[in-house]
């Protein structure tokens, strides 16, 4: 045990960054936090010691993974599986799992397209598209996004290959509606839903009625309008409904409330050319606020205008947005 | 061998008499003469930092000591980056990251690696999802079907841990 080495004021310390992590907003903690942060110098160096620890190697992740999104989660897998030869065997098994998964769906996709049940639509940077399909439901996509529609008697399925999509179903108690993306599928149980393909995992929200999740590896939830849930192959996960499972794209604009700004930013990234890359520290201020995407420099223009951002253009292919 | 007490001359000869054996010692664990020849120096670096050089009985177990402990950190090292790349080998091909991002990303692995060396499978994973993943407490129970008291006493003990350990190592 290596507990004994760390002193009592660091301990405190812990304590305090447990409980006011896991308390949200609590003013009267707060206030008891503040009186015991000030009540002596030694409670202040211990309070940063805890605060410091590995926030080094974290913000470095955390930067790679703005510019190179997925990075995070690999290394965070790397790190959870522990060091043990089975590990390995572990981790082979699951790849070959998820790898013969791909594979076996790009097989079917070439098998498939012949027989001219498959319908590939998609938008460009910066472009919306809204569309009827033949069983009178209507499907809208976020710009870059592309979706493959496969009616068969047993099912309707759009697969989602990039972006967002939303569906206003149209009913057939036959016939389920399905949106598949690459960790699983999403099932409408009513109307109106929202999902979207991220390189970390799929995102989906509920607009009206409820839709099921069901992930490659087969674990279930259901998700109810004005809810929002990420998927991976493994898991559920219900997240607070943010900007990213919001569909204001449909009116070409992005509603942001109190959340960082870098969810505003990832909004605007598939209405402009280019990279765009933001500092962690920019990416956490807060933005409230409605912004419209089709014009995303003036977009930018004015958020520069609203914080203390420093916006570096080279060329129009890197666009770099620090704090001043 | 030498018989002088001179700290230079006896790892001079420490060196002379033992590296050709410790870099073939070397290389029969790790299949790689570049590795090998750099954990040979390595070995040799840290005995020069370890200790005020007297004349060793064994030189050859001595030595073979500390490039075993070498050994098993970069075995570490290399299975840690295995799995990361492993993991990043699911991600479509745009997302590779640049040799830049991959030397930030190991150097950032094997530091936080370091620091949670010896906590068990579940409390290193409740910790990275906390810490790295920025997941609350209530979702990390809910995620890893444990209570919300267990997540609250694992993350405690990493951070203790990983306390004790930076303590240790600055």
Request: net charge neutral; proline share 4%; with cysteine.
């Amino acid at each position: 045990m290596t507990q004994p080495k760390v002193d009592a004021c660091t301990r405190e310390a812990v304590d305090w960054l447990l409980r006011l992590e896991a308390a949200g907003e609590d003013r009267d903690l707060r206030q008891a936090f503040d009186a015991w942060l000030h009540a002596s110098p030694e409670h202040a160096a211990a309070w940063q010691r805890v605060g410091n620890l590995l926030q080094q190697p974290i913000a470095a992740l955390h930067r790679v993974e703005a510019h190179s999104p997925g990075q995070l989660r690999a290394a965070s897998h790397a790190l959870m599986t522990p060091d043990t030869v089975s590990r390995r065997k572990v981790l082979r098994g699951g790849l070959a799992l998820v790898l013969f998964g791909v594979s076996g769906a790009a097989l079917l996709d070439r098998a498939q397209p012949l027989n001219g049940l498959w319908a590939d639509r998609r938008t460009a940077t910066g472009e919306r598209s809204t569309f009827t399909l033949a069983d009178g439901s209507r499907l809208s996509l976020n710009a870059r996004s592309s979706v493959d529609i496969q009616f068969t008697e047993q099912r309707r399925v759009v697969h989602l290959r990039e972006g967002q999509v939303f569906v206003d179903v149209a009913a057939d108690a036959r016939r389920p509606f399905v949106i598949s993306t690459a960790q699983g599928e999403v099932q409408a149980l009513g109307t109106q839903f929202m999902v979207s393909q991220e390189a970390a995992g799929s995102l989906t929200s509920v607009q009206l009625h409820s839709v099921k999740v069901t992930t490659q590896g087969g674990h279930q939830r259901r998700v109810e309008a004005g809810q929002a849930a990420w998927f991976s192959e493994e898991w559920v996960r219900p997240v607070p409904l943010s900007a990213a499972g919001r569909v204001d794209w449909r009116d070409g604009r992005v509603d942001i409330r109190d959340e960082p700004l870098g969810s505003l930013i990832d909004a605007l990234r598939p209405y402009r050319r280019g990279v765009l890359r933001i500092s962690p520290q920019a990416a956490a201020l807060r933005v409230y606020g409605v912004y419209p995407l089709d014009d995303a420099e003036q977009t930018l223009q004015s958020l520069a205008q609203t914080f203390p951002l420093r916006i570096r253009r080279y060329g129009p292919w890197l666009t770099l947005i620090d704090v001043q | 061998m030498s018989t002088s007490t001179d700290p230079k001359a006896l790892l001079a000869a420490l060196y002379d008499d033992n590296h050709r054996w410790l870099r073939a010692w070397l290389y029969r664990q790790l299949k790689c003469p570049q590795d090998a020849a750099d954990l040979t120096q390595d070995t040799f670096i840290r005995v020069l930092d370890a200790r005020q050089l007297t004349q060793l009985e064994e030189p050859r177990a001595f030595l073979s000591t500390v490039a075993r402990r070498l050994l098993f950190s970069f075995w570490r090292r290399k299975r840690l980056e295995q799995s990361y790349l492993d993991s990043l080998a699911l991600l479509p091909e745009c997302y590779s990251p640049s040799e830049e991002d991959l030397a930030l990303v190991r150097e950032a692995l094997e530091s936080i690696d370091r620091l949670l060396n010896g906590l068990p499978a579940r409390v290193r994973q409740i910790f990275i999802l906390s810490r790295l993943e920025g997941l609350t407490q209530p979702l990390i129970a809910q995620q890893l079907n444990v209570s919300l008291a267990t997540v609250e006493r694992d993350l405690r003990r990493a951070f203790l841990h990983c306390l004790a350990e930076s303590a240790e190592l600055a």
